[in-house]
C-alpha cells in the first residue's frame, strides 16, 4: 500500500484565488511528521509547512496552511490568494520512525501535484 | 550562506563505470539523506544517516553505496551503474531526523 498518496496528478487555479492540494497518509505509528515541499520548473525542492502528529493546531506558514485530519489521515496543504509564481510541482512527504527503532529516519514522498496558476 | 552543496549537476556516464555523486553540507547537520527523482514516482529515498557513521537503507538502496566519515560530507556511490539508475538525484540534510530537510540542487544522472 501506498504510504503517501496524492490523488491529483494535475490542478488548476485562477490567480488569487484559493487551492486545496490532498495529501493522504498510511502508518501505524502514533508519531510521524508531515511535511509539504514546492518544486518548481527550475528544479529546487523547497521546504513550505510542517505539520507534527501530536500538534492540535493546524499549520499555517503565510498563505499556506495544513488542513490535518488525524483520523482521516490526511494532510491537504491549502494556498489561499493564489500567484502565479505558486505554479510548479507540489509533494507531501512524512517522516516516520524505522520499524522497532526510535529516530525519524525514514522519509515517503507522495508521487506529486502540478498546480497551475492561471493569470 | 547555509547549503547543501551536490556536485557535478550533470552526468552522462556508461554501463559499468564506477562514480560518486558528492554531498556536502555546511550547516552541522546531524541528518542527511539520498533521494531519487523519477516521473510519476515522487522521490524515493536510496540511504539516510541519523549522524557519522551511522547509515541505513532507504526504500530503493539496490546498487548505491554510501558512507558517512565526517559530519558534512555524505557521498553517493555507483559501483556498477545502470541505465535504469538513469535519474534526478537528490541529497539533503536537517538537523534531526524530524525537521524539514534542506536539499541540494540534485545531480541529473544518465548511464547509457
Known amino acids: 500500500a501506498q504510504k503517501i498518496t496524492q490523488t491529483q496528478p494535475g490542478m488548476f487555479v485562477q490567480e488569487k484565488e484559493a487551492v486545496t492540494l490532498d495529501c493522504t497518509y498510511d502508518t501505524s505509528d502514533q508519531s510521524y511528521g508531515l511535511f509539504w515541499y514546492k518544486q518548481p520548473s527550475s528544479g529546487e525542492m523547497i521546504f513550505l509547512i510542517y505539520?507534527?502528529?501530536?500538534?492540535?493546531q493546524n499549520a499555517t506558514e503565510g498563505r499556506y496552511s495544513l488542513n490535518f485530519q488525524k483520523a482521516r489521515k490526511s494532510a491537504n496543504l491549502v494556498i489561499s490568494a493564489s500567484q502565479l509564481g505558486d505554479s510548479a510541482m507540489y509533494f507531501c512527504a512524512m517522516r516516520e520512525r524505522t520499524a522497532g527503532g526510535t529516530s525519524y529516519g525514514k522519509l515517503t514522498f507522495g508521487q506529486g501535484t502540478i498546480l497551475t496558476v492561471h493569470p | 550562506e547555509a547549503q547543501v552543496t551536490q556536485n557535478p549537476r550533470y552526468l552522462i556516464t556508461v554501463t559499468g563505470k564506477k562514480l560518486t555523486v558528492t554531498c556536502s553540507q555546511n550547516?552541522?547537520?546531524?541528518?542527511m539523506s539520498w533521494y531519487r527523482q523519477d516521473p510519476g514516482l515522487g522521490l524515493r529515498q536510496i540511504y539516510y544517516s541519523m549522524n557519522v557513521e551511522v547509515t541505513d537503507k532507504g526504500d530503493v538502496p539496490e546498487g548505491y553505496k554510501v558512507s558517512r566519515k565526517e559530519k558534512r560530507n555524505f557521498p553517493l556511490i555507483l559501483e556498477s551503474p545502470s541505465p535504469n539508475q538513469t535519474s534526478l538525484y537528490f541529497c539533503?540534510?536537517?538537523?534531526?531526523?524530524?525537521?524539514?530537510?534542506?536539499f541540494g540542487n540534485g545531480t541529473r544522472l544518465t548511464v547509457t
Open positions: 539533503a540534510s536537517s538537523f534531526t531526523g524530524n525537521s524539514p530537510l534542506h
Open positions: 550547516m552541522n547537520h546531524e541528518y
Open positions: 505539520q507534527g502528529s501530536y500538534d492540535e
